[in-house]
């Protein structure tokens, strides 16, 4: 619909300040789907996933800059929180950590992101078929609830758990 190619609306479960970082790596995952789906499905990429990746590579900073999620960094905060509405407000600040560290920094966040879309490769990959289902059901309605993608995911998994010969069983039945 309109120049949106395709969205996720998350809408909050509860009122929460402070998030654990297994809620964020999920929510790397999450962001990183689209990304993730286009490569296994088309062998290509496209610009419609641009605006999640500024959004992972925002988070993974934060995790890693703010937060102190980083496994290799620890729990050392390297960016002040300011309020300044000015742009170019980064001009007159000076960074107060060297130029070994910011490499460090560049380096966890790329970890955290690499290691997330990974994972979430694997998941999908996994998962193919309910990528497939899903993507059928967004063609023949445009828009999908919280309930109806449950609905396709548990039919996904129970197809998926069923001992090969019912599966052969199934389409030899339905050949016939």
């Not at 909050?12 to 929510?27: K, Q, T, V």
């Not at 290799?72 to 950590?97: M, S, T, W």
Request: some cysteine; overall charge negative.
């Amino acid at each position: 619909r309109g120049r949106a190619l395709g969205l996720t609306q998350q809408l909050p479960e509860d009122e929460r300040h402070a998030y654990p970082r297994s809620y964020l790596m999920n929510n790397l995952a999450i962001l990183l789907g689209g990304r993730v789906a286009e490569e296994l499905i088309f062998e290509d990429y496209t610009t419609g996933a641009g605006n999640d990746i500024e959004r992972v590579s925002s988070l993974a900073r934060k995790m890693v800059c703010e937060w102190g999620m980083s496994d290799d960094i620890g729990p050392v905060a390297f960016q002040k929180q300011n309020d300044e509405v000015f742009l170019g407000r980064d001009f007159g600040h000076v960074r107060e950590y060297s130029e070994a560290t910011a490499l460090k920094i560049d380096q966890a966040i790329e970890k955290i992101v690499k290691e997330t879309y990974n994972k979430t490769k694997q998941l999908l990959t996994d998962h193919i078929e309910c990528l497939h289902r899903l993507a059928q059901e967004l063609l023949e309605k445009e828009t999908l609830d919280a309930k109806e993608i449950d609905a396709i995911l548990v039919v996904c998994q129970k197809h998926g758990k069923e001992a090969p010969e019912e599966k052969e069983e199934e389409s030899d039945g339905a050949s016939k």
